[in-house]
């Protein structure tokens, strides 16, 4: 049940990565585009800084998911790659609490910061007075999602250390390790050979 529901999680942050990665390509785009525009026709359009700063929170809160899901976030490991299992586990575990700590208290301000802004219609102080209660409920949704999947992963690893295969909580929350990273460049390179085997360029 729990890897089915991981597996969807994986599913959905993976989307919502590309859809933040498309976010960030338009709004670099439009302030490409603002500053030729400036320099050429000596008009600005005004509001592209403001808009990349939007995309930049949204997408970065909506990847944090995925980065996790995909043990891709970044922790010092000099001493737990040596460890026996048993003792990266629980250091697992600990990495887990803290994460949830520091989500708990990021969820509390910025529901308080949303609901005011929601309440008194709080304004950017730009030409565009965007409402800042929308590009904050899409930033805050992006943490409370990453905070789902921090209690999945950790319902995982707590199943997992019930059933004695602690070896199981260090493959989904530890960190990888060099030659995890060197088969999943392996992989994805092999991948992309096959496709590209299978869709040659220029084949119709």
Request: aromatic fraction near 12%; proline fraction near 2%; charged fraction near 15%.
């Amino acid at each position: 049940m729990l890897d089915k529901l991981l597996g969807g999680a994986h599913a959905l942050s993976r989307a919502a990565t590309w859809i933040g990665g498309a976010m960030m390509m338009a709004t670099a785009f439009a302030v490409t585009f603002d500053v030729v525009v400036r320099k050429v026709a000596g008009f600005s359009l005004e509001g592209a800084d403001e808009l990349s700063g939007y995309a930049f929170a949204i997408s970065t809160a909506w990847a944090f998911s995925l980065g996790l899901l995909q043990r891709a976030n970044v922790r010092i490991d000099g001493i737990y790659l040596l460890a026996p299992t048993g003792i990266r586990a629980v250091l697992d575990f600990v990495a887990l609490a803290a994460l949830s700590l520091f989500l708990a208290c990021l969820l509390w301000s910025g529901w308080y910061m949303w609901l005011d802004s929601y309440q008194y219609d709080a304004r950017s102080i730009t030409s565009w007075r965007t409402p800042l209660a929308y590009p904050q409920a899409a930033w805050l949704l992006g943490w409370l999602w990453f905070a789902v999947v921090v209690v999945l992963v950790f319902l995982r690893c707590l199943q997992a250390a019930i059933q004695g295969r602690l070896e199981d909580v260090v493959a989904v929350a530890g960190v990888r390790t060099l030659q995890e990273e060197v088969d999943a460049e392996i992989r994805h390179a092999s991948d992309k050979v096959l496709h590209e085997r299978q869709h040659p360029r220029g084949s119709n």
